[in-house]
């Protein structure tokens, strides 16, 4: 069964914003803690921004702070990755990802502790 999918994704010129969606179902629904992460050609992923469960709680990469918001919409099962001033080197594939259980901490920059991940959308940034 399905339990995450990612839309969103496209191509854009440099500066302008793009809103990813990630639609949680099944298992994933709920999780305590969820996050956005992104794999760039030729290397491997990086962590891009987690979020608790009631959304009180965010974690950033350096490379997207201030750039970049996380959020979630619980009613809707829903989690987004809004994303400004893009830069050609946001170019990559974005995948969601959900743990259902755990405390919210810095853990979650970690994709190894992950349950459940989506099938990536892809993001292009043109300069």
């Known amino acids: 069964q399905v339990q995450l999918v990612e839309s969103g994704g496209g191509l854009v010129q440099a500066g302008g914003s793009l809103r990813l969606s990630c639609a949680a179902s099944g298992r994933a629904r709920g999780s305590s803690g969820m996050g956005w992460f992104r794999q760039a050609p030729g290397k491997e992923r990086e962590f891009v921004a987690t979020i608790n469960l009631s959304g009180s709680n965010t974690d950033y990469a350096d490379s997207v702070k201030g750039r970049f918001t996380i959020s979630r919409d619980n009613a809707k099962n829903t989690l987004y990755l809004q994303m400004n001033s893009l830069k050609p080197e946001d170019t990559a594939v974005y995948y969601c990802?959900?743990?259902?259980?755990?405390?919210?901490?810095?853990?979650?920059?970690?994709?190894?502790?992950?349950?459940?991940w989506g099938q990536g959308t892809q993001v292009t940034v043109s300069s």
């Open positions: 990802a959900a743990r259902p259980r755990g405390p919210y901490s810095s853990i979650l920059r970690t994709e190894g502790i992950y349950d459940y």
